[in-house]
């Protein structure tokens, strides 16, 4: 609540946020990952890449969902995608605390965990 008052009575003299990685995992295929702690107000950024080219008929599917969807928030992680390659970033919101990302796949991945403070 002090930094929201802040920057709106005097942004000029609020330091810079800045990105800091919180956590990152690369791999193939399916597992749990290490529990890491989003702290704050609990705002951050799963980005994350893929690649199934080498799987049969060079393509598969890429699932990545936060604390295996034993969450109530709506906006915990939940990646769903299908294809040769890709990669994309997912927005939480308000979810402070210790998480881990259940991955399920048969797929090459990288991902980081970024928040800003």
């Known amino acids: ?6 920057a709106d009575m005097c942004p000029a003299y609020l330091p810079k946020q800045t990105r800091h990685t919180i956590a990152r995992f690369t791999g193939t295929g399916a597992t749990s990952t290490a529990r890491f702690t989003v702290g704050g107000n609990g705002t951050c950024v799963l980005r994350y890449s893929y690649d199934c080219s080498a799987q049969p008929f060079g393509f598969g599917n890429f699932i990545v969902d936060e604390d295996a969807m034993n969450t109530d928030n709506p906006s915990a992680v939940a990646v769903n995608r ?35 403070y």
């Open 82 to 116: 299908l294809g040769r390659r890709g990669h994309g970033s997912w927005h939480v919101h308000g979810d402070a605390g210790r998480h881990y990302l259940a991955i399920h796949t048969k797929c090459s991945y990288a991902m980081s965990v970024v928040q800003k």
């Open 1 to 6: 609540m002090t930094r929201l008052a802040e």
